[in-house]
């Protein structure tokens, strides 16, 4: 059995950051690519970043260059690190697993088998 559990969202003023986290139960979290996904009200899931069992990183273009997704293999954890903080980038976020080791932004959401609840961030101007 899989669990997902995210933490560190929080309240936070723009141009501020924020550490998200993503600790993972269960054999075989290294052999999975992950990603982070947000929803906000009256939106559509969108797909953040991910992480590749190899290192590869993709990232959503709202995001690339202030965002930076990472994992540890041996603590069977992912973060997700974010830095100047928009109003837009107010949403649940969620971590969740892949299918397979290699993925991108772009793969359907479908392909992630395994989700977390969320843990909340929102961005104050």
């Known amino acids: 059995q899989v669990r997902l559990v995210e933490s560190g969202g929080g309240s936070v003023q723009a141009g501020g950051s924020l550490r998200l986290s993503c600790k993972a139960s269960g054999a075989s979290y290294g052999s999975h690519c992950m990603g982070w996904f947000r929803q906000a009200p009256g939106k559509e899931r969108e797909g953040v970043a991910t992480i590749a069992t190899n290192g590869g990183r993709s990232y959503a273009e709202p995001v690339k260059g202030r965002f930076t997704i990472s994992r540890d293999n041996p603590k069977n954890t992912l973060d997700l690190q974010m830095t100047y903080l928009k109003p837009e980038d107010t949403a649940m976020y969620y971590c969740?697993?892949?299918?397979?080791?290699?993925?991108?932004?772009?793969?359907?959401?479908?392909?992630?088998?395994?989700w977390g609840q969320g843990t909340q961030v929102t961005v104050s101007s």
């Open positions: 969740a697993r892949y299918f397979g080791s290699y993925c991108t932004i772009g793969d359907a959401r479908s392909s992630f088998d395994y």
